[in-house]
T-cell receptor
Framework: EPEVTQTPSHQVTQMGQEVILRCVPI?????FYWYRQILGQKVEFLVS????????KSEIFDDQFSVERPDGSNFTLKIRSTKLEDSAMYFC????????????FGEGSRLTVL | GENVEQHPSTLSVQEGDSAVIKCTYS??????FPWYKQELGKRPQLIID?????GEKKDQRIAVTLNKTAKHFSLHITETQPEDSAVYFC????????????FGRGTSLIVHP
């Protein structure tokens, strides 16, 4: 069964450093998302991406964040200058269409900012 | 306030009992209502969903009911088992015409053997 894959599974970084989290969505899916989950809390929407551009973003997704689909398969989330409060699990997800059904999540990338 | 509200935040039951989790939403245009299960340290995974043209859907021990008038939908788990212990999230599109699934705060279900 096709899966969304994410790398790395865990990254530890120093405050102020740049981090890139990588995702490979399911190949025939058209909509891609990043969600964040701080430990013990709910899954929060960050950004959605369609047709090579951001379609929606939340208040959390400020100028420190960016997304890119550099090569037609990878979908990346970059945090330019990490803060302690960026420590969380970051989930990539994809769907076939908009509002058409299940979000397929990757296993997540745990980011720890020291 | 929250666009998607979920209750209760924790639910503790004995094995074999039923569990009910409720979610309310604000956008009357919403037409897709999923429930996700997240086991400790794992990704959320869809367990059941319902579309607005039906009022109830069942899949073995799991069911979801939808009341569009009251704008709430509920997850029902019957004959609970210890492996049902997890955090359950409902989701619905946020208000303002967005299609983005917004998650509830989650319900931690604990099933005691």
């Amino acid at each position: 069964e096709p899966e969304v894959t994410q790398t790395p599974s865990h990254q530890v970084t120093q405050m102020g450093q740049e981090v890139i989290l990588r995702c490979v969505p399911i190949s025939n899916h058209l909509y891609f998302y990043w969600y964040r989950q701080i430990l013990g809390q709910k899954v929060e929407f960050l950004v959605s991406f369609y047709n090579n551009e951001i379609s929606e973003k939340s208040e959390i997704f400020d100028d420190q964040f960016s997304v890119e689909r550099p090569d037609g398969s990878n979908f990346t989330l970059k945090i330019r200058s990490t803060k302690l409060e960026d420590s969380a699990m970051y989930f990539c997800a994809s769907t076939l269409g908009q509002n058409t059904g299940e979000l397929f999540f990757g296993e997540g990338s745990r980011l720890t900012v020291l | 306030g929250e666009n998607v509200e979920q209750h209760p935040s924790t639910l503790s039951v004995q094995e074999g009992d039923s569990a009910v989790i409720k979610c309310t939403y604000s956008d009357s245009a919403s037409n897709y209502f999923p429930w996700y299960k997240q086991e400790l340290g794992k990704r959320p995974q869809l367990i059941i969903d319902i579309r607005s043209n039906v009022g109830e859907k069942k899949d073995q021990r799991i069911a979801v009911t939808l009341n569009k008038t009251a704008k709430h939908f509920s997850l029902h788990i019957t004959e609970t088992q210890p492996e049902d212990s997890a955090v359950y999230f409902c989701a619905a599109p946020s208000s303002g015409g967005s299609y983005i699934p917004t998650f509830g705060r989650g319900t931690s279900l604990i099933v005691h053997p």
